[in-house]
Every structure is written in C-alpha cells, then in structure tokens.
C-alpha cells in the first residue's frame, strides 16, 4: 500500500520567508510525528500528534515552529521567518497507535535557507 | 531523557563478511528498541524491531541482540552484500506511558560494504 508521502521534497527558501512543509500519512494510522534531520546528525523529535488529543509539542525548537494535523489525516509544519539554522530534512513518520508501535517515515523535505 | 549512543559513526566491510553496529541507552524504563536503514536521499527505513521481553530476534539475514542489563543492544548483518550500504540509526522508547511514542535515536553508523 502508500506509504508517508512529504511535499515538496525540496525547498529553498530566502532568510525570513515563510515555508510550509506537507505530510500525507499511512491511511489509518492514528499517530503522526515530525522529526528533523541536520547534516551528520540523529532524528531529533519535533511534534507528535495522536487522533483528537492535544499534540505534544515539547520538541519544537522555537516559536517560529507550528504544527497543525486537520482531519486526523494530513499535517502541515510551518517554518515562519526562516534563519539558516532551519536548513535540514524534515521528516514525518506515522503510526497505528501513539504507542511503540511501528513508525514508517516518509522521504523528507530538504529545506535550505539561503 | 533518553540517551542513545551509537557505535561506529563508520564501518568499513568486504562483501560477504558480516557487520555489527552496537548501541547503548540510558533509560532502564525503555523497552522498544527499533533500527532504520537510510539509504541516500531517502527517509528512515524501518528494518528490524524488539521489545524487551526477548533477547534476540532474527530476520534472514539480520538479527538483533538485546541486553537489557547492561541497556544495550545491537544489530547484526550477516553475509552483506553492496545494496547494505547505507546508514543505519538504531532508537529506544517505552512501550507505553509517559513519552512512550516518542523514539530517541542515535547518531547513525554509514556502513560501506565494499564489493
């Protein structure tokens, strides 16, 4: 079946644009995470949304950072006021439940600020 | 929180011989132990999985060996072949409660297998 689909896969943008960033999850996952991924570095843990609840948002690095999930189904990050420091894949992953079940991620977007 | 340690950063090997990438965690309370194969351009690919109510689980060619005493655990490549090459990223989380959905990964280990 699909699997997690990102868009766009790469973007560059100019210092103190806006972006925003699309993640369309596995039908009938219920859990769905953003993680960021800087160049030679781990995942680091962004934002986590799991069906009705409140969203985790304990990751995100600042307050230019937002996340919404409408319909349970497909979210959107948004990076507003971009800096360099923002530059590095995206990625979203989802799962059945919000438990350790199995994650399967999507291929990331490739954000650049140039 | 967690921390996860992961070990070599790089690994070199000829095709055919076998590779092991090792890690280490912090949290006595994390039970789910996955591992993700990134090939180049590509997300995380999620390839093996434990939970700590076993020690060792095996996928034809690759296995990982949990040891929860000393919070360790490791993934085991047998016989590679050119299409491993890639990096891998071992995680840890609980199973359930407080943060249980939320993985900490290593650094990653880019594994060569030279033909």
């Known amino acids: 079946g699909a699997g997690v689909s990102q868009s766009p896969s790469n973007k560059v943008t100019e210092k103190g644009k806006d972006v925003e960033l699309r993640c369309d999850p596995i039908s009938g996952h219920t859990a769905l995470y953003w993680y960021r991924q800087s160049l030679g570095q781990g995942l680091e843990f962004l934002i986590y949304f799991q069906g009705n609840s409140a969203p985790d948002k304990s990751g995100l690095p600042s307050d230019r950072f937002s996340a919404e999930r409408t319909g349970g189904s497909v979210s959107t990050l948004t990076i507003q006021r971009t800096q360099q420091e923002d530059s590095a894949v995206y990625l979203c992953?989802?799962?059945?439940?919000?438990?350790?079940?199995?994650?399967?991620f999507g291929p990331g977007t490739r954000l650049t600020v140039t | 929180g967690e921390n996860v340690e992961q070990h070599p950063s790089t690994l070199s090997v000829q095709e055919g011989d076998s590779a092991v990438i090792k890690c280490t965690y912090s949290?006595?309370?994390?039970?789910?132990f996955p591992w993700y194969k990134q090939e180049l351009g590509k997300g995380p690919q999620l390839i093996i999985d434990i939970r700590s109510n076993v020690g060792e689980k095996k996928d034809q060619r690759i296995a990982v060996t949990l040891n929860k005493t000393a919070k360790h655990f490791s993934l085991h490549i047998t016989e590679t072949q050119p299409e491993d090459s890639a990096v891998y990223f071992c995680?840890?989380?609980?199973?359930?409660?407080?943060?249980?959905?939320?993985?900490?990964f290593g650094k990653g280990t880019k594994l060569s297998v030279i033909p």
């Open positions: 949290d006595s309370a994390s039970n789910y």
């Open positions: 992953a989802s799962s059945i439940t919000g438990t350790a079940s199995s994650k399967y």
């Open positions: 995680a840890a989380s609980r199973v359930s409660g407080a943060g249980s959905y939320q993985l900490t």
